[in-house]
């Protein structure tokens, strides 16, 4: 090298040997930005061109930042650049090679330290972005990095964390907090920057909390409330937004379930009650009224009528043509939207009945309407003498064993009877499981009495709740309940009116209610029962795996340590010997994750028969 000169910098070219050819052009925009705010702080190194100009070889990267400040026109195309001219018997290659081997990147500690010592010196957020060619956010992320605990700042500086790690430290400017949280936290937990967010987060709610999506994030700020947001979350489902004023929340959340009441109690209900979560064992003691359907038009009774004529028709044609098939399922539909339309509650079942405004699962309001308290039941009128105890006269007719022989032959003659008509046998099931499936509120009174004797018990979902089996079970109740007579009276009418395919599916939904694949204590593991839901389990390709994943909270905080240890070994094949040391709540959680994800199932859900858990 002998001399440093100034060269326009239209003369410049870039130097054909140069050694990084890769990604030359990455950062350009802030390096660009960086000449045009403090102007070239290191020369260009160059030497002679056979064609009269200079080829660079050391500073490719600032030669195509001065070219983008020229193309935007923030810079003249002969503006003089400082070049040191190398000797022509130079070796331009070494010479590139050194300049970009030896160079030593700033440690990024080092780059939040310098950012923060700029904003300190009074110079805005949006000057510094644009003197360094970098977004505002980019800053502001650097800044936060700079705040992190001077404490856990050494000991990334001497390597003993990761980027990763102060990124979630930054979660919070409390010092104190963030260095009890690292001292606190277990060694196998260190790896994992997420167990830091974890516990500096664990009391907080979130935007993702179903509170802030039913009063929507938008309208808790504008109410006043703050937030602090998590700079590095990578997901956008609302977990690195966190709300500051939990009071403000729920006081919204109240207000907006209030004015859901207020249109509800319009309805006209004796009562409404708004309430933050729904004790199923306090309100399973009120009797459950439904809506019935709105009565049909003369007109609409004519054209329904016709329609299962012609229905009935069409179903008998063994081979139906193609505008048939057409044409049933026309008619099929229209009945279905005469049937299934608009319903009502009776003037007396508002009079004694109310709802329950709540919040659902889904973050939106929730009404369970048709409730009967037990006080304003009506009283049951006194059951009325059977016929065969009363032939009228006020004597006895017939003897009792003579009304029971008598009617055995008429029971007789039903059962014959359906043998012949399977549509309605099929209905009259459906009807005797609705029954006991559907109005629980009538349990106990004449009315949900079945000439079949076909017991059917609803299961209970205790133990799933929150699950996806628990969900679709809910959704469909939810649905089929909207459809069916609110009277008990009016539903065996209503099944014969049924096409067979909403039968079936009507039928599936009350067998399915009576599954009961619960192994008590009391059961045996190889009983009727069990061997039973085994095949069932078979029949239905039941697949475990898309039904149930392990947590912390339904399985291995149930457990005993070794068992949860011996779960992992299962999954990861070898354990650390620090994990026996664990807590039992840490432990959980730390399966949980592992679990996740590899399709792995407790041995009861994998086996056909169930054996109960040994007595505590």
């Not at 080092?110 to 060619?133: C, H, K, Q, T, Y």
């Not at 319903?343 to 079942?349: D, L, M, N, R, V």
């Not at 399915?512 to 694949?517: D, E, L």
Request: negative net charge.
């Amino acid at each position: 090298m002998t001399e440093t000169v100034s060269i326009p910098l239209n003369k410049l070219l870039a130097f054909e040997g140069t050694v990084r050819k890769t990604d030359p052009d990455k950062g350009i925009d802030e390096l660009a930005a960086s000449i045009a705010a403090h102007g070239l702080l290191q020369s260009l190194v160059v030497r002679k061109d056979r064609r009269g100009k200079y080829a660079v070889v050391a500073g490719q990267r600032r030669l195509l930042a001065l070219k983008s400040l020229v193309e935007v026109g923030n810079m003249e195309a002969d503006r003089d650049v400082p070049c040191t001219v190398l000797d022509d018997d130079a070796d331009a290659t070494e010479i590139s090679l050194a300049e970009n081997v030896q160079r030593e990147p700033m440690h990024p500690a080092d780059e939040f330290d310098a950012f923060n010592a700029l904003i300190d010196s009074g110079l805005p957020v949006a000057d510094v972005a644009a003197r360094f060619g970098v977004t505002e956010t980019v800053v502001e992320k650097r800044l936060k990095l700079a705040r992190v605990s001077p404490v856990l700042i050494a000991a990334y500086r001497a390597g003993d964390l990761t980027l990763q790690h102060v990124m979630a430290f930054a979660l919070t400017d409390d010092h104190a907090a963030q260095e009890r949280v690292w001292k606190e936290l277990p060694k196998w937990r260190r790896g994992d920057p997420d167990a830091i967010r974890e516990m500096l987060t664990k009391d907080e709610v979130t935007a993702a909390d179903r509170r802030v999506e039913f009063v929507t994030l938008t309208a808790y700020e504008k109410a006043g409330g703050t937030t602090r947001r998590d700079l590095f979350a990578s997901d956008d489902d609302g977990d690195g937004v966190f709300i500051d004023d939990v009071v403000l929340l729920e006081s919204l959340v109240a207000k907006k379930l209030e004015k859901t009441a207020n249109r509800v109690r319009k309805e006209g209900w004796k009562w409404v009650e708004v309430l933050s979560s729904l004790d199923h064992e306090e309100w399973s003691k009120c009797e459950r009224r439904y809506p019935e359907a709105v009565q049909l038009s003369t007109e609409h009774e004519a054209e329904l009528s016709a329609l299962h004529d012609e229905y009935e028709a069409l179903w008998k044609i063994e081979d139906l043509e193609d505008t048939q098939n057409s044409r049933l399922d026309v008619v099929t539909d229209r009945i279905a939207e005469l049937e299934n339309g608009p319903k009502t509650w009776p003037p007396e079942t508002l009079a004694i009945a109310g709802a329950v405004v709540m919040l659902g699962h889904d973050g939106k309001a929730s009404i369970h309407a048709g409730l009967v308290k037990p006080q304003d039941a009506p009283k049951k009128a006194s059951k009325r003498k059977a016929a065969s105890g009363d032939g009228g006269g006020g004597g006895r007719a017939f003897s009792a064993s003579l009304i029971e022989s008598l009617t055995a032959h008429r029971s007789a003659a039903l059962n014959a009877a359906l043998l012949e008509r399977p549509d309605v046998a099929l209905a009259a099931a459906v009807h005797a499981m609705a029954l006991q499936v559907f109005y629980s509120g009538f349990r106990g009174d004449r009315q949900t009495d079945s000439v079949l004797q076909i017991r059917a018990s609803a299961g209970s979902l205790h133990r799933v709740e929150g699950s996806r089996a628990s969900e679709i079970i809910g959704a469909a109740g939810e649905d089929w309940v909207r459809r069916i007579p609110g009277n008990p009276s009016d539903l065996f009418a209503w099944c014969l009116g049924l096409d067979g395919d909403t039968l079936r599916r009507l039928l599936a939904y009350g067998v399915a209610q009576t599954v009961n694949a619960v192994l008590l204590k009391a059961d045996r593991p190889d009983s009727s029962r069990m061997e039973h839901a085994a095949l069932m389990a078979d029949a239905l390709k039941l697949d475990m795996k898309a039904w149930f994943t392990p947590t912390a909270v339904n399985y291995f905080g149930k457990i005993a340590k070794t068992q949860i240890i011996e779960a992992l070994r299962e999954v990861k094949g070898a354990v650390a010997p620090a994990l026996i040391d664990m807590k039992k709540a840490d432990l959980a959680k730390l399966a949980e994750r592992e679990v996740a994800g590899t399709g792995w199932l407790p041995e009861p859900l994998r086996t056909q028969t169930l054996d109960p858990a040994p007595e505590a």
